[in-house]
């Protein structure tokens, strides 16, 4: 399952429109640094053609689907809590379909 969290305002050529901010289930993975497990969810933003009520009423929905990891060309990501900037090779995106593969995400 997925959680819309939040939304959020952004404006491209003086059109504004409005992301879902969805976060997906708990999971563990293993740290990089010291090899220990820690607890995180998957986040993304997803277009909308809501209205900021309808946003701010979908907050706390669950939707049926998953977070994808899809593979990406390199790119560079600052972290806004320590101002690391990391080199990243993915990124996520909701899937209403649980079972589709990244590739067919992306294409369908």
Do not use: H, W
């Amino acid at each position: 399952m997925v959680l819309i969290t939040g939304y959020q305002k952004k404006q491209k050529d003086e059109k504004e429109f409005l992301l879902l901010e969805l976060q997906g289930d708990v999971e563990i993975v293993i740290s990089e640094t010291t090899g220990l497990p820690y607890a995180t969810m998957r986040k993304t933003l997803m277009s909308s053609t809501f209205d900021e009520n309808t946003c701010k009423a979908l907050i706390g929905k669950e939707l049926t689907g998953e977070i994808l990891k899809v593979e990406t060309d390199e790119y560079e990501y600052t972290v806004q809590a320590t101002g690391e900037v990391k080199t990243l090779n993915y990124r996520y995106m909701y899937s209403a379909n649980g079972k589709q593969t990244a590739e067919q995400a992306v294409f369908s």
